[in-house]
């Protein structure tokens, strides 16, 4: 009798780890707060938790380490270099409008407006060196949305792994315990006992469910897949616009003369590969969540008489 009442106290043991499981999963979820938030009509909490994400505020250059970054002040210091700045520390003497472009760092923009010349030797970025940082900017904005989607997806897939199969285990025990001699009888164990092999069985038959609805492999699947493939981009875009030697403006348009980054098609291939990578990302996502699943083709080797 000892024995069945510490497998009704396991069992009721397992029920409160997989709720506060639960509840975990969805307080340190960032999305999940924001959907819950705005059901309750607490729209002004809603707004900060999304404000506070790491997608609506970048990390700053200089101050981070990871790899998106990097490479985006691998171009920014490229374009520093042909625009006669030294590093991306001098932008505070910079005019607010040009600091802007090459930092997203509050900290090194002059905010003075006197200041609204640019210092000798010194000139803005043209529009086609512009077009170099916003293409890394976005890039790394994308890759830093992915990592962090990535890693949350698969911190969910993992516990959601693990619930599931603790839920399996108990309905293994429960059931075999239910069809033997400890889970027969008008005894309260015996009734919990039979009761619970009811209810685990239904416990996991809904947790699957909720993880195939929310898909959080999938998810983790097409993120670190993308993430992949920028990642790669973004990384070719550093290394070949260091190839590329700052010549005199042949133009005549930086006055005084400057040197400044030739017009090649790097910049508008670059465009095309993220714009494909976009594109073929958004189509993964859609089909996946729309598409029901197709049933298996019989093998025609399999027929009889075949």
Known sequence: MNILKRIAALSFAVIGVVAVVTVVVLLTSREAD?????AL??????????????????????????????DHYSIVRRILECTGTESIS?????????????????????????????????????????????????????RTLLSDRAKSAYNVWQVAALVTIGLGLMTTVLVSLSTTEFGQGPGV?????????VIFPALGTAAAAVVAFYGPQ???????????SLS?????????????????????????????LPKTPL???ASKRYLEIQTVANASQGNSQNEPAQPKKPDPASKPGG
């Open 34 to 38: 924001i959907r819950l938030a705005s």
């Open 41 to 70: 009509g607490f729209d002004a909490a809603a707004k900060r938790i999304k404000d506070a994400s790491p997608e609506s505020r970048p990390p700053h250059l200089e101050e981070s380490g990871r790899p998106e970054w990097t």
């Open 90 to 142: 001098k932008v505070e003497f910079l005019p607010l409008f040009v600091g802007e472009m090459y930092t997203e760092n509050p900290r090194l923009w002059n905010r003075d407006k006197k200041t609204e010349t640019m210092p000798n030797g010194q000139r803005a970025p043209t529009t086609h060196e512009r077009g170099y940082m916003e293409l890394s900017r976005v890039l790394a904005n994308q």
């Open 189 to 197: 164990t015996q009734r919990t006992i039979r009761v619970l092999a």
């Open 218 to 228: 999938a998810e983790w699947t097409q993120s670190s897949r993308t993430l992949a």
């Open 232 to 260: 790669q981009l973004h990384a070719q875009l550093a290394l070949d616009l260091w190839k590329l030697e700052c010549k005199a403006d042949a133009a005549g348009e930086i006055k005084p003369p400057l040197k400044v």
């Open 267 to 269: 910049l508008e291939e």
